[in-house]
């Protein structure tokens, strides 16, 4: 009995080996195939190069390699991303596990947590800051990118402020500038060489249309604030320079959505190529994915910022849609999506607020996720919801669910964002669920499931389905495809769950395959 148990377990492990060959040979033809963004494998690229909500992204080179952070919110983790050519970005660290602040362990701080980090080097290290809304400036270091990351620091206990970014001049002093809830205005503090503490009440710099985001630089004696305006879906971006860093500043429009169709083309950061070239990665606001990610080429003219190409010559850039990739040093790669469910979780999963970490696991089931439920009154409250960005314009996620133990569990593939869906198992068969409301679709007793979210983001039509047997033939939808809105600052997103009062759901793999 006990060999047979082994053979089992080295079969499933062979299966599922089987299995990411085949996907990363799929991903492979698909990339090849040209997807209609990102790297087009012809020495190109075409905007945006991440069609997915990595929101307010922030960028530095260190030597060769660029790395990016961006807003997570109330999604645990805050991903690291690395590339060779700011074009293909793999994920390689998160710098948090969890918040230690109140009320994090239940699920009540939707739009909160991370808002618009700061990506920076300094002193052999790697500084990330960022506000949360209700609690104030956090700090996190490393001198590898790739982690351990220190765990959070308050440098400031205080609401509403946001969009942090340090500095350090060129005689050691360093600073810390910000803006204030719901439009600015900039404001410039002091700060310890160490970075965690501010040492004075700050320095009101600028006032202007919703100015946020702040990104301090230095170049030829001037300071620099490169920063957005003019509202998260519809602004611009601005430059600010003044021989000092307290001001007068000198403001000008360099990026605008002109005859283009990227709105608001705002809000990133600045960074230069070993060639001397400069680079903006900025977002665009979109339904339903979120804030995704596009690259500018940059110029510097008589100590003024250029971003994107002047089409209509009235001094204000607008964004490109292809362009030549700043080198050729990489092949066409997008962030992790699919996972097996080995021995690691992938860095592409975060949690729903703080995970309940003694409710899931890897090892109690090998090569399976096990999620225990805890009790909740629907989808949106669940403890230990596991999610990840939806990807590219059109792509597929896919799940099995092993029900054996469900006991008086709702386990299941989930589609969130403002509104919260979900497909699954339990004790009464398959259901689906609409923003708290729940209905058996097929009544029954199964042992396995599978479950599939079919994703079209061009026609914001989603549309879920279940499998009772191999057959892939036998897939049935259940109702017609529907929308998704954003919510809570975030773009839609995919990944499983299960809640409720006993039981387990046991989640065999996860794939997710983009088609274009």
């Given at each position: 009995?006990?060999?047979?148990?082994?053979?089992?377990?080295?079969?499933?492990?062979?299966?599922?080996?089987?299995?990411?060959?085949?996907?990363?040979?799929?991903?492979?033809?698909?990339?090849?195939?040209?997807?209609?963004?990102?790297?087009?494998?012809?020495?190109?690229?075409?905007?945006?190069?991440?069609?997915?909500?990595?929101?307010?992204?922030?960028?530095?080179?260190?030597?060769?390699?660029?790395?990016?952070?961006?807003?997570?919110?109330?999604?645990?983790?805050?991903?690291?991303?690395?590339?060779?050519?700011?074009?293909?970005?793999?994920?390689?660290?998160?710098?948090?596990?969890?918040?230690?602040?109140?009320?994090?362990?239940?699920?009540?701080?939707?739009?909160?947590?991370?808002?618009?980090?700061?990506?920076?080097?300094?002193?052999?290290?790697?500084?990330?800051?960022?506000?949360?809304?209700?609690?104030?400036?956090?700090?996190?270091?490393?001198?590898?990118?790739?982690?351990?990351?220190?765990?959070?620091?308050?440098?400031?206990?205080?609401?509403?402020?946001?969009?942090?970014?340090?500095?350090?001049?060129?005689?050691?002093?360093?600073?810390?500038?910000?803006?204030?809830?719901?439009?600015?205005?900039?404001?410039?503090?002091?700060?310890?060489?160490?970075?965690?503490?501010?040492?004075?009440?700050?320095?009101?710099?600028?006032r202007g249309p919703v100015a946020e985001g702040t990104k301090i630089m230095k170049r030829n004696?001037?300071?620099?604030?490169?920063?957005?305006?003019?509202?998260?879906?519809?602004?611009?971006?601005?430059?600010?320079?003044?021989?000092?860093?307290?001001?007068?500043?000198?403001?000008?429009?360099?990026?605008?959505?002109?005859?283009?169709?990227?709105?608001?083309?705002?809000?990133?950061?600045?960074?230069?190529?070993?060639?001397?070239?400069?680079?903006?990665?900025?977002?665009?606001?979109?339904?339903?994915?979120?804030?995704?990610?596009?690259?500018?080429?940059?110029?510097?003219?008589?100590?003024?910022?250029?971003?994107?190409?002047?089409?209509?010559?009235?001094?204000?850039?607008?964004?490109?849609?292809?362009?030549?990739?700043?080198?050729?040093?990489?092949?066409?790669?997008?962030?992790?999506?699919?996972?097996?469910?080995?021995?690691?979780?992938?860095?592409?999963?975060?949690?729903?607020?703080?995970?309940?970490?003694?409710?899931?696991?890897?090892?109690?089931?090998?090569?399976?996720?096990?999620?225990?439920?805890?009790?909740?009154?629907?989808?949106?409250?669940?403890?230990?919801?596991?999610?990840?960005?939806?990807?590219?314009?059109?792509?597929?996620?896919?799940?099995?669910v092993d029900a054996t133990n469900i006991g008086n569990a709702y386990a299941g593939l989930l589609?969130?964002?403002?509104?919260?869906?979900?497909?699954?198992?339990?004790?009464?068969?398959?259901?689906?669920?609409?923003?708290?409301?729940?209905?058996?679709?097929?009544?029954?007793?199964?042992?396995?499931?599978?479950?599939?979210?079919?994703?079209?983001?061009?026609?914001?039509?989603?549309?879920?389905?279940?499998?009772?047997?191999?057959?892939?033939?036998?897939?049935?939808?259940?109702?017609?495809?529907?929308?998704?809105?954003?919510?809570?600052?975030?773009?839609?997103?995919?990944?499983?769950?299960?809640?409720?009062n006993d039981g387990k759901g046991l989640f065999d793999y996860f794939h997710y395959d983009i088609?274009?």
């Amino acid at each position: 009995m006990g060999n047979r148990k082994i053979t089992s377990e080295i079969m499933k492990t062979l299966n599922k080996l089987f299995t990411a060959i085949i996907l990363l040979l799929c991903f492979t033809t698909a990339t090849a195939q040209k997807l209609n963004f990102g790297d087009q494998g012809d020495g190109t690229y075409k905007n945006p190069i991440l069609p997915a909500d990595y929101s307010d992204p922030d960028v530095i080179r260190v030597g060769s390699h660029y790395y990016m952070v961006a807003s997570d919110f109330h999604f645990i983790g805050m991903q690291v991303l690395e590339s060779e050519d700011l074009v293909n970005w793999r994920l390689i660290s998160q710098i948090y596990d969890k918040f230690d602040l109140p009320g994090w362990e239940g699920n009540n701080h939707y739009g909160g947590g991370s808002w618009a980090p700061s990506i920076r080097f300094h002193d052999g290290k790697f500084w990330v800051y960022f506000c949360t809304i209700d609690d104030g400036l956090m700090m996190s270091n490393a001198t590898d990118p790739h982690g351990p990351w220190t765990p959070l620091y308050c440098v400031k206990k205080i609401p509403k402020w946001e969009d942090p970014c340090p500095f350090w001049d060129d005689d050691g002093q360093a600073y810390l500038g910000h803006s204030v809830h719901r439009a600015g205005p900039i404001i410039i503090h002091k700060m310890s060489a160490d970075g965690k503490e501010l040492l004075d009440t700050g320095v009101t710099v600028y006032r202007g249309p919703v100015a946020e985001g702040t990104k301090i630089m230095k170049r030829n004696g001037w300071y620099y604030l490169i920063i957005p305006e003019g509202g998260v879906g519809q602004g611009w971006q601005t430059c600010l320079r003044s021989r000092s860093i307290y001001g007068p500043y000198e403001r000008r429009i360099v990026l605008e959505q002109g005859s283009t169709n990227v709105n608001g083309p705002h809000q990133g950061g600045l960074v230069d190529s070993p060639d001397g070239k400069w680079w903006f990665i900025h977002f665009q606001e979109t339904n339903p994915l979120g804030r995704i990610v596009h690259l500018e080429p940059a110029e510097w003219d008589d100590d003024w910022l250029k971003i994107g190409v002047d089409k209509d010559g009235n001094g204000i850039g607008e964004p490109v849609d292809v362009w030549q990739k700043p080198n050729n040093l990489s092949n066409p790669i997008l962030p992790a999506t699919s996972d097996e469910f080995n021995t690691t979780l992938g860095l592409q999963w975060q949690w729903n607020h703080n995970p309940h970490n003694d409710y899931w696991s890897l090892t109690e089931n090998k090569g399976f996720l096990t999620i225990k439920a805890e009790p909740a009154d629907d989808l949106k409250s669940a403890h230990n919801m596991l999610t990840q960005k939806i990807m590219g314009y059109k792509s597929t996620a896919t799940t099995t669910v092993d029900a054996t133990n469900i006991g008086n569990a709702y386990a299941g593939l989930l589609c969130i964002g403002k509104e919260f869906r979900g497909i699954g198992i339990c004790r009464g068969g398959i259901y689906v669920e609409e923003n708290g409301q729940r209905r058996i679709v097929q009544a029954g007793q199964f042992k396995k499931v599978r479950f599939r979210l079919n994703i079209d983001t061009n026609a914001n039509a989603f549309r879920l389905a279940y499998n009772t047997n191999n057959d892939e033939s036998r897939w049935t939808y259940v109702g017609e495809a529907f929308p998704m809105k954003n919510g809570y600052w975030k773009g839609a997103r995919t990944g499983v769950y299960c809640y409720g009062n006993d039981g387990k759901g046991l989640f065999d793999y996860f794939h997710y395959d983009i088609e274009k």
